[in-house]
Nanobody
Framework: QVELVESGGGSVEAGGSLRLSCAISKLTGPTYCMAWFRQTPGKEREGIAAIDSDGDTTYADSVKGRFAISQDNAANTLYLQMNSLKPEDTGMYYC???????????????????????WSQGTQVTVSS
């Protein structure tokens, strides 16, 4: 069983920065995609950044230029550096991973079934104006 444990959420003022971490218990294959999702009030959960085993990345337009996804392969850890945070970035943030797929477009992995990915428990990010 793969487990994803997320940390690093919290509260920050607009313009500030936060870094989220996601520790993945094990990698089950050489080809994978890992992604960050968020669910903001009144909206559906959306993919915002993804990275795959080839090192390719993709971002949603809403975070492009402000957020950066990265991975530490030795530590099996995924990161999301969030800079220039805005109040509209407030929401629950989740990391997810799956094997046998690569990045798609717009901050997501190339999968028709995001729900079948392995998911973290989520962490709250609150940005005040």
């Amino acid at each position: 069983q793969v487990e994803l444990v997320e940390s690093g959420g919290g509260s920050v003022e607009a313009g500030g920065s936060l870094r989220l971490s996601c520790a993945i218990s094990k990698l089950t294959g050489p080809t994978y995609c890992m992604a960050w999702f968020r669910q903001t009030p009144g909206k559906e959960r959306e993919g915002i950044a993804a990275i795959d085993s080839d090192g390719d990345t993709t971002y949603a337009d809403s975070v492009k230029g402000r957020f950066a996804i990265s991975q530490d392969n030795a530590a099996n850890t995924l990161y999301l550096q969030m800079n220039s945070l805005k109040p509209e970035d407030t929401g629950m943030y989740y990391c997810a991973a799956d094997w046998g797929i690569l990045v798609g477009v717009g901050g997501s992995c190339y999968t028709t079934s995001p729900a079948s990915m392995y998911w973290s428990q989520g962490t709250q990010v609150t940005v005040s104006s």
